[in-house]
């Protein structure tokens, strides 16, 4: 089982940006985010296969960019203009294991 450590939420002004990091225990997998609002189903954000190749979630395109560096074994996730329905906890995953997620908290 791939652990995974996640780094890079937390609560930022509508407009804003953060950047996620999620670092494996192994490389080579496809990684990415999904993301859980209260109330909501989990969602798909970004994900992006070991040859770099990238898809998102409809209420990322054009806001997110997801990229990853396979020396570090980490995925990054570039949020930018943030608006408040971003908020939710955002989990990462590296092929079919999950992290703890980190909360992402965007003020109005």
């Known amino acids: 089982q791939v652990q995974l450590v996640e780094s890079g939420g937390g609560l930022v002004q509508a407009g804003g940006s953060l950047r996620l990091s999620c670092t494996a225990s192994?490389?080579?997998?496809?990684m990415g985010w999904y993301r859980q609002a209260p109330g909501m189903q989990r969602e798909l954000v970004a994900g992006i296969t070991p040859r770099g190749i990238s898809n998102y979630g409809r209420s990322a395109q054009g806001r997110f960019s997801i990229s990853r560096d396979d020396a570090k074994a980490t995925a990054y996730l570039q949020m930018n203009n943030l608006k408040p329905e971003d908020t939710a906890v955002y989990y990462c995953?590296?092929?079919?294991?999950w992290g703890r997620g980190t909360r992402v908290t965007v003020s109005s």
């Open positions: 192994e490389s080579g997998r496809p």
């Open positions: 995953f590296a092929g079919t294991d």
